[in-house]
């Protein structure tokens, strides 16, 4: 078992070692971005969320599932709100999400964001059972105590070494991004996962202007920026409720 720090940072994956191999484990089919961000999201060996990142990186996981469907051309503006258009996507999880962004309440698109997990019964479930399904996460349920904790840990290490040494290298990197790598770093910051990105203290202010300018600084169509926009603001909304609700139950 490797031994990590208290931020799911991996020993192996520091800058300057060699780089992981793109992964192939969907053979011919694409990684969702959402599949991607949870795989950065996860402490691999424990299974569960870095940073206690759950509430805001159920609202990010969906604006990534929204940012998919903005990549492939199937939503658009309508007013303030985000609505779908085309045919009905052939991956059946896109395809709720395809369908729910035109039923979701909000009378704007970060309303439609946060409401959107439970519309589709639950964006963290789905998208593990997904990498379950695929051999990449395990399932294992632990008792502590009188509660079940279900944890998740990473099987296919190679499937998350490649996630985080991508992000990483373009979170501490200047290049250009392409809009996929943009996108997923671009929703890391909400996510609460800057400690990931860029595990060297110093090296988190550069990451955090990557974080912001990230989409600016790729071609990407003017509605995944939107949604990734909405998706900031929606997941940081999340985050201040979690942080005022445990504090108030201290």
């Not at 469907?69 to 045919?87: K, N």
């Amino acid at each position: 078992m490797i031994a990590l720090t208290a931020a799911g940072h991996d020993p192996r994956l520091q800058i300057g070692t060699p780089v992981p191999p793109r992964s192939t484990w969907r053979g011919t089919t694409a990684v969702l971005l959402a599949e991607d961000l949870l795989l950065l999201a996860l402490d691999p060996d424990r299974g569960t969320p870095v940073n206690s990142s759950r509430q805001p990186l159920g609202v990010a996981l969906c604006g990534a599932l929204v940012a998919e469907l903005g990549l492939a051309g199937l939503i658009e503006e309508d007013g303030r709100r985000l609505a779908p258009v085309g045919i009905r996507p052939k991956h059946p999880l896109l395809a709720d999400v395809h369908a729910a962004l035109g039923t979701v309440r909000g009378r704007r698109a970060a309303d439609q964001l946060r409401r959107l997990d439970g519309a589709i019964g639950g964006v963290w479930s789905r998208v593990v059972d997904g990498l379950v399904d695929a051999d990449v996460l395990g399932r294992r349920r632990d008792r502590v105590l009188v509660v079940r904790i279900t944890h998740h840990p990473v099987l296919r290490t190679e499937a998350r070494d490649e996630v985080v040494w991508r992000m990483r290298t373009a979170a501490t990197g200047d290049g250009p991004l392409d809009p996929r790598t943009a996108t997923v770093l671009a929703l890391s910051g909400p996510a609460r996962l800057l400690e990931v990105v860029a595990p060297q203290r110093a090296e988190r202010r550069h990451a955090k202007a990557r974080i912001a300018a990230a989409t600016d600084q790729t071609p990407i169509a003017p509605i995944v920026r939107k949604v990734i926009q909405e998706a900031q603001q929606a997941a940081a909304a999340a985050a201040t409720t979690a942080a005022i609700a445990s504090t108030a139950s201290t």
